[in-house]
């Protein structure tokens, strides 16, 4: 027989409206019931009620969260980043136990789902796609994830990597990744063919890291626009940081962002240390889906990063330089409106039939909660209580 929870939050603001009761049945909002049937209440103390984020960019199976302090030698070149990162891993702890723990910190925190990229290369095999399968689906009634198979050493640059990315399809990916294809592979068509008829073949989506700059970066997002017009794939293919839009202003930046909203071709930014950011705000207005990740989290790339999403959303407005209630509002609604239309998922606008996926802030309005960086004190997964002051409870939802 199936069980019915019932859940009613009391006194709530959500996204910083009056304040009013939330009123749950199954992990969904509904319209006010009789109050027999609720099975659990919770008082909401006025604070503000946020939809729960999405990470769109997260590298998991890097992390060396939980584990020992890894100091960091200097490189100043991608290919120096991708090597030293290559030759730590041996002596890391196993995939599973280290994005396990970086998991469960993203869920105390609020997240409701991820875009998670694990590294596939002849020399990892499909290894971190099984250990990151294997930590997402224990926690799965706490996460949604989509497992991008991401060749981090290059497609045509590594032999055998095409072949090993169809089968991480067959062992628990659900996209297909790609990399630089001129920066890293020197072969643009080469690559976009292989990704392309890949995706086409298996039906799965498309998520190409581009961090190529100048003409060269933007050549390749045309070109990937243009193919996925020519493919119907409209809304299926991802270009992840897309540092050469946040080159551009005026004209050329309104016709880039046409092209890609009319493609369907979505973009992810991260707002990560020095590394451009894309402009969101004239992507948005013509239509294009932008969304927000962490990338790297405490891996041997970076010491930096947490996997807390409210704080994502604080590092994309101070480096936007939003400044007016409305910017800073906009910086979460790419957190969490677009992220979900990123993974296929429903939004959360507290209306009824909406999931109820949400986190509780304990501050006065979105705009302060982003810029004083508060940290949700109450998770709620499906209607359920999963986490306080970003600890998860134990024994599961409450």
Not at 2 to 23: C, M, N, S, W
Not at 198 to 210: F, T
Not at 371 to 382: G, I, K, L, N
Request: net charge negative.
């Amino acid at each position: 027989m199936e069980r019915y929870h019932h859940l009613r939050i009391e006194g709530v603001r959500p996204l910083g409206e009056t304040a009013r009761d939330l009123v749950i049945h199954n992990g969904r909002f509904v319209r006010d019931t009789t109050a027999d049937v609720i099975e659990e209440v919770l008082d909401g103390g006025g604070m503000l009620a946020l939809p729960a984020p999405v990470d769109a960019h997260i590298h998991p199976d890097k992390t060396t969260w939980g584990g020992p302090w890894l100091s960091r030698e200097p490189t100043e070149s991608l290919a120096g980043l991708i090597a030293y990162d290559a030759s730590v891993r041996a002596d890391m702890a196993p995939v599973a136990e280290r994005a396990g723990a970086l998991l469960d910190h993203a869920i105390a925190h609020g997240t409701r789902a991820m875009r998670a990229h694990a590294d596939v290369a002849p020399q990892y095999g499909l290894d971190n796609v099984r250990g990151l399968r294997a930590a997402a689906d224990a926690r799965a009634h706490l996460l949604d994830v989509q497992i991008v198979a991401f060749p981090q050493l290059g497609v045509l640059t590594a032999p055998g990597t095409d072949v090993l990315l169809e089968k991480a399809l067959d062992e628990g990916a659900d996209l297909v990744g790609g990399l630089d294809p001129v920066g890293v592979d020197g072969d643009r068509d080469g690559q976009l063919d292989l990704l392309f008829g890949l995706a086409e073949r298996r039906g799965v989506e498309l998520d190409i890291h581009l961090h190529d700059g100048g003409a060269s970066g933007l050549d390749q997002i045309t070109e990937i626009a243009r193919r996925t017009t020519a493919l119907g794939l409209a809304g299926r293919v991802t270009v992840s940081h897309a540092f050469a839009l946040a080159e551009l202003e005026g004209p050329e930046l309104t016709a880039m962002a046409d092209l890609l909203a009319g493609a369907g071709v979505a973009v992810t930014t991260c707002a990560l240390g020095a590394d451009p950011v894309v402009p969101h705000a004239a992507l948005t207005r013509a239509g294009a889906r932008v969304a927000v990740g962490s990338d790297g989290v405490c891996d041997p790339w970076s010491p930096f990063g947490n996997a807390e999403m409210l704080d994502r959303a604080h590092l994309l407005a101070y480096r936007t330089d939003a400044r007016t209630d409305d910017e800073l509002a906009a910086c979460y609604r790419l957190v969490a409106d677009q992220g979900a239309d990123l993974l296929g998922l429903d939004r959360v606008g507290f209306r009824p039939g909406e999931p109820a996926d949400l986190v509780l802030v304990d501050a006065p309005s979105v705009a302060e909660a982003i810029v004083r960086r508060t940290a949700p004190s109450v998770v709620v997964r499906a209607g359920r209580v999963i986490a306080r002051n970003g600890t998860l409870l134990p024994g599961g939802p409450a």
